[in-house]
């Protein structure tokens, strides 16, 4: 869709929720805005008022954009919890809520996490050089420190930016791409390491080599245990990595619904920097419980909220704003899926958005998602 139609639809998305006009950025979706003036459901109605505004903002979304397909989740403070969906898997097949998405960087989120917990157990230091942990590679400063990694002050060249990656990637659609073989298109770094900012998956495909090595399991066992298992989460899964949970829907890139026969080669590649799967509910679970301090203590997750560069990043975590609405984000986008989660930290509820399809605009979606929840979230 082109760009300079998003405001169009964020303004329908928001009279569909009945939270009228507001202004918002075609060139930065996500930037600050007017805090819409928004209708309280009134008492004694229940959830059916909100979860109706949040399913019709959703189907409105999937129409005006148009998308193929998406699927949402909202939990509150109080534990509530919507799901809704809207759209198709592919022609015929509707989207369904056990329908586990592509999460794209938002793995880099669960990727941080476990470091920090590892942490947390004393088993390494944020401010460890990765040199204690990784064998010399080339093009990477072994005094790097694993903080560095995670909030993108490394320095190191993104892979991803390398000439013909892409096309290698998608040269051979069965081939496996280990983390070693992903790190040989590595060239020269951007900055001295700690100079500047620069967001880069390389960090996050070396910070899952810090983290296997130090757990001294396969990234996806311990993501599993250490993050998974104690709030009850079973969804996630890593793709090409570990075999999927659930149902999976057709994933669309530029229109063509090509990326499930792509799956081997672009989701090993994307490995601890994007390959994971979810539903928008266990997702969402997931991001409430690590924002409101039950996976880490609340010395860890302050370190996670310290931000570096312009964009506000801290330890795989990004502090922006959503209709004027101070959140803790991460988007996510790789062939067939685009997300985006979002924790609200005034009324404590998570927004999980994810589309069968890239690019969308999940972001300004999500927005008028978290306009409808913020009408019913606890203070």
Known sequence: MPARSFPLVMGALLVAAGLGPIACSEAAPTAAAAAPSVPTPPAGTGDAIWMAQLQRTLDSAVRAVPLRGASAAVVLADGRIWRGVAGFSVPGVPMDTAMRLGIGSITKSMTATLLVRLAE??????????????????????????????????????VTDAPGYRDSILADVNARWTPQRLLGLLRPPLFQRGAGWSYANTNYQLAGLVAEAVGGRPLHQLVREALLAPIGVTAPFLDQYETPTGPLP??????????????VSTYSAAWAA????STP???????QSLLTGRLVGPASLAAMMTTAGPEGYGLGIVRRQLV???????????????????FDTTRRFTVVLIANENPAPVTLIAGALVGVAATVASP
């Open 274 to 277: 994007g390959a994971y799967f």
């Open 324 to 342: 004027g609405r101070p959140v803790w984000s991460h988007t996510g986008e790789i062939r067939g899926f685009s997300s985006v989660a979002a």
């Open 281 to 287: 509910e266990a997702l969402a679970r997931w991001w």
């Open 121 to 158: 157990q004393g088993r390494l230091s944020l401010d460890d050089s990765i040199g204690r942990w990784l064998p010399p590679i080339r093009h990477v400063d072994p005094a790097i420190t694993v903080r560095q990694l995670l909030n993108h002050t490394s320095g190191v060249f993104d």
């Open 250 to 263: 057709g994933g669309w890139t530029g229109g063509v619904n090509n990326v499930m026969a792509t799956r």
